[in-house]
């Protein structure tokens, strides 16, 4: 999952990639809670 933290830092110059990080990272962050 740090490695899906990275991405979203890199594509924070693309909205529309962020965006689809994001709705891809909140199911999985739901599924894993100690992913930290």
């Avoid at 924070?12 to 909140?26: F, M, P």
């Amino acid at each position: 999952m740090k490695l899906l933290l990275q991405d979203v830092k890199f594509d924070t110059r693309n909205n529309e990639s962020l965006l689809y990080i994001v709705e891809a990272y909140l199911p999985l962050k739901l599924q894993q809670q100690d992913w930290l």
